[in-house]
C-alpha cells in the first residue's frame, strides 16, 4: 500500500513556468483540482512531502493552503531527504510514490515503489507511469486517482461526496 507521495513542484505540481510581474515578483500558477486531490488523500490519513529544487516563498504559501507540512526546497539531493522523511514517519521506499519531470529527480523515481512523471516530462527520464496531463494541469490529481485504485480505497475515497 502506497501511504506517502513525494512531489516535485515545476513542472509537476505547477506548469513549469515562472511569470515574473513588473515589480519583481514572481507567481506560479497551479492546479485546484490538483490541490482537492491532495486534501482528499490526506483526508484517508495519507502523506504528502514536497521535495523541491527552488525556494519560494509562493510554495511554501500554497503548502500552508493545502496543510502540507513536509515541505524540504532548495533540495539538490531528493533521494536523501526522501530517506529522511521515510525514516521520520517509519516508512519505507516500499510504500512510497512519486512524481517528477526533470532529470534531478530520476534518482528519487527509480527509488519509490512506483513513479510517475506528467505526459510532458523529459522524455529521457524513466517513470513506471507516464500520465495523460501535463505537469500543473492536473497530473498530481491523475496520479492519486491512480494510487487511491491501487490501494483499493475508491470506496472510502468516494464516501464523502457520493
Not at 495519507?46 to 515541505?71: M, P
Not at 512524481?99 to 529527480?105: F, L, P, S
Amino acid at each position: 500500500m502506497i501511504k506517502i507521495i513525494f512531489l516535485d513542484v515545476d513542472g509537476c505540481l505547477s506548469d513549469g513556468g515562472l511569470y515574473h510581474s513588473n515589480g519583481g515578483e514572481e507567481m506560479k500558477k497551479f492546479n485546484v483540482k490538483d490541490g482537492f486531490g491532495i486534501q482528499e488523500w490526506q483526508r484517508l490519513g495519507l502523506k504528502v512531502a514536497i521535495i523541491t529544487g527552488k525556494s519560494s516563498q509562493i510554495v511554501a504559501n500554497r503548502a500552508r493552503e493545502l496543510k502540507i507540512d513536509t515541505l524540504f526546497q532548495g533540495e539538490k539531493d531528493k533521494l536523501s531527504r526522501a530517506e529522511q522523511i521515510l525514516k521520520n514517519f517509519n516508512l519505507s521506499f516500499d510504500e512510497a510514490a512519486a512524481i517528477g519531470d526533470d532529470i534531478n529527480d530520476a534518482k528519487l523515481l527509480n527509488a519509490v515503489a512506483i513513479s510517475f512523471k506528467p505526459a510532458d516530462a523529459l522524455n529521457s527520464l524513466k517513470a513506471d507511469v507516464v500520465l495523460s496531463k501535463n505537469g500543473g494541469c492536473g497530473a498530481v490529481r491523475e496520479m492519486i486517482e491512480m494510487l487511491v485504485d491501487k490501494n483499493g480505497m475508491r470506496e472510502e475515497w468516494n464516501s464523502k461526496w457520493m
